[in-house]
């Protein structure tokens, strides 16, 4: 899955955390009968774009959450040193891959209520303004989904520690535009998960 078409972007599923304050393997998570990890990484697929997802802990049960799927995956060794290591370590890959991206459309494996429409509303943002930084907005706030154009991959390459991709951002405010949106919750804990089935039970 490599040389996708000049002007378009990848996505990188970022799925290396430890999850500690979850107590488990988060990325695995049932949520409406498949992996979160699964239910994202198809969710993106559907937008059309290439997608790459970085592993760390739990490589192998990880990957297998994965199986069948038309991805790339890259394992990133230093994941337990912060989500900097993880995004630069996607970006490089993504580089090597896809050497003709026009831009990178961080997502995160643990919001996995995150909806197709909100990756188009991104990709098609990206397509009419190529310069710009296009984050997602939830209550003002901010964060992932977060597209960066290409020149910006250098910035989130030499990315270290637990600091993430909004220290890009911040240093690129005047170019940043932002989407909002509604779909993003985190799951960082087992209260989290309650509420994601809470939701999704009375949407059913």
Known sequence: MTGHAPASPVIVVLAAGESR????????AEIAGEPMLRRVARTALASHAPVLVVTGAHVDEVASALDGLPLATVHCETWQLGMGHSIARGVGELKRLFPNASGVLLCLADQPLLRLSTIQALLERHAQVPDRLIATTQHGVQGPPALFPRDCFDALMSLTGSRGA???????AERVDAIACDDLIDVDTREDLERIHQWLASQS
């Open 21 to 28: 304050r979850f107590g488990g393997i988060k990325q695995l």
């Open 166 to 172: 909004r220290a890009v951002l911040e240093k690129q």
